[in-house]
């Protein structure tokens, strides 16, 4: 078995013999260092409008979270936890959170 896989690793790290290895560009280089020194079109400053807008929706999304959160916490639990549950389903109390 141990000669099989042997043979089996040989033939394929042979049959890497005849590869040539793989030739490049020899002018992309050149090529990318002038597109990266190229000038970039002008661009446009973002209008104070959309600022205020996203700053805006910002504020209310985090206005909307706090509100939920405290709603969720002032709310009553309903003093479910794991000992109910475990007492409930008539389990031992060797529980661990490891599978």
């Given at each position: 078995m141990k000669k099989n896989q042997e043979q089996w690793v040989d033939d394929i790290?042979?049959?890497?013999?005849?590869?040539?290895?793989?030739e490049g560009n020899p002018h992309l280089?050149?090529?990318?260092?002038?597109?990266?020194?190229?000038?970039?079109?002008?661009?446009q400053p973002v209008q104070l409008k959309w600022v205020y807008a996203m700053a805006g929706i910002f504020t209310i999304m985090l206005l909307l979270n706090v509100l939920g959160?405290?709603?969720n916490s002032s709310k009553s639990t309903t003093?479910?936890?794991?000992?109910?549950?475990?007492?409930?389903?008539?389990?031992?109390?060797?529980?661990?959170?490891?599978p």
């Open positions: 790290l042979g049959s890497l013999q005849g590869m040539q290895a793989a280089h050149t090529r990318v260092m002038a597109r990266l020194q190229q000038q970039l079109p002008d661009r959160w405290s709603n003093g479910v936890d794991i000992e109910t549950v475990l007492n409930e389903y008539n389990t031992d109390n060797s529980y661990t959170s490891l």
